[in-house]
Nanobody, 118 residues
Framework: QVQLVESGGALVQPGGSLRLSCAAS????????VGWYRQAPGKQRELVAT???????HYADSVKGRFTISRDNAKNTVYLQMNNLKPEDTAVYYC????????????WGQGTQVTVSS
C-alpha cells in the first residue's frame, strides 16, 4: 500500500513561486510513475506533469518552461516546483502513483489548494 500526502499549497500573487510536495508512506515511490494533476471548480481534472521510474519527465503545454517535477528518493517525496504562476494555475493539485500492472494500481492523495491572485 501507498499513502500519499500533498502539501505546500497557498495563496500566492501572480508571478510568484510555490513548491508542492507529495510525501509517500507504506512503500517506496521509486517503483511508481508519479503524476501531478489539477482540478479547477467546474473543470475536468487535467494532467500537469509526470515523472517515470527512471526520471523521464513530461509536462502539459500550459506549464512547460514554468513547472519542474522531481524526485528525492531518500525522502520518498516527489516535488512540483511552480514558477511564474498565473491566475489560470488556480486549482486543487493532486499527486498520484501508478504501476502498470493488470489491473493497474493507482493511488491518489487528498489534494492541496493553490490560489494565484492579486
Amino acid at each position: 500500500q501507498v499513502q500519499l500526502v500533498e502539501s505546500g499549497g497557498a495563496l500566492v500573487q501572480p508571478g510568484g513561486s510555490l513548491r508542492l510536495s507529495c510525501a509517500a508512506s507504506g512503500n517506496t515511490l521509486s517503483i511508481y510513475v508519479v503524476g501531478w494533476y489539477r482540478q479547477a471548480p467546474g473543470k475536468q481534472r487535467e494532467l500537469v506533469a509526470t515523472i517515470t521510474t527512471i526520471g523521464n519527465t513530461h509536462y502539459a503545454d500550459s506549464v512547460k518552461g514554468r513547472f519542474t517535477i522531481s524526485r528525492d528518493n531518500a525522502k520518498n517525496t516527489v516535488y512540483l516546483q511552480m514558477n511564474n504562476l498565473k491566475p489560470e494555475d488556480t486549482a486543487v493539485y493532486y499527486c498520484n502513483a501508478r504501476r502498470f500492472t493488470v489491473p493497474p494500481i493507482i493511488y491518489w492523495g487528498q489534494g492541496t489548494q493553490v490560489t494565484v491572485s492579486s
